[in-house]
Nanobody, 115 residues
Framework: QVQLVESGGGLVQAGGSLRLSCGASGIIFGINNMAWYRQAPGKQRELVAYITSHLRTNYTDSVKGRFTISRDNAKDTVFLQMNSLSPEDTARYYC?????????WGQGTQVTVSS
């Protein structure tokens, strides 16, 4: 059974930082491309950042320079370091694992940034 479990969300003031974690089980973590998505109320889910199995990364423009995605294959965990948070970053953040035709999602963790 595949499980992706996010943690690290919470309430933070604008300008603050949070570090999200996503622990994976039931998959061969190292071969999966991992990503973080987010969905704000009334908006579509959007890709925030991804990191490939070869450690190539990419970010949506609005988070470039503020967020950093990384992975620890020994711990089957992917991280999202979020700095200089703004109220526009408020959303539920979801972990995603993808390999070939297989794709899995976590339940998400809520991030709320107050102004």
């Amino acid at each position: 059974q595949v499980q992706l479990v996010e943690s690290g969300g919470g309430l933070v003031q604008a300008g603050g930082s949070l570090r999200l974690s996503c622990g994976a089980s039931g998959i061969i973590f190292g071969i999966n491309n991992m990503a973080w998505y987010r969905q704000a109320p009334g908006k579509q889910r959007e890709l925030v950042a991804y990191i490939t199995s070869h450690l190539r990364t990419n970010y949506t423009d609005s988070v470039k320079g503020r967020f950093t995605i990384s992975r620890d294959n020994a711990k089957d965990t992917v991280f999202l370091q979020m700095n200089s948070l703004s109220p526009e970053d408020t959303a539920r953040y979801y972990c995603n694992a993808k390999y070939w035709r297989s794709e899995h999602w976590g339940q998400g963790t809520q991030v709320t940034v107050s102004s």
